[in-house]
């Protein structure tokens, strides 16, 4: 891992976060921190198809093909 371009802003967010944080050492918890993000968002996208499997079987099946047959042609 070379600490030029994304790299090196990633780590500079890093040391801004954490103070006086040695760059090599800056690596393993901007890693950890990503893990963290990636599984908190993966978690919130479960929760919001949970909450929206409660809408499911609300319309008959062909529901969305019969009102689109009245739209004009």
């Known amino acids: 891992m070379t ?5 090196a ?4 967010a890093a040391q801004a976060r954490w103070p006086g944080l040695p760059r ?4 393993p918890l901007l890693l950890s921190a ?3 993000k990636i599984t908190e968002e993966k978690d ?3 929760r919001a198809v ?3 499997s409660q809408f499911s079987g609300l319309f008959p099946p062909g529901y969305l093909a019969d009102l689109r047959s009245e739209w004009p042609q």
Do not use: S, Y
């Open 50 to 52: 949970q909450a929206l």
């Open 9 to 12: 802003e990633a780590i500079d």
């Open 24 to 27: 090599a050492k800056a690596i």
């Open 3 to 7: 600490d030029t371009g994304r790299v």
């Open 34 to 36: 990503g893990a963290e």
């Open 44 to 46: 919130a996208h479960t």
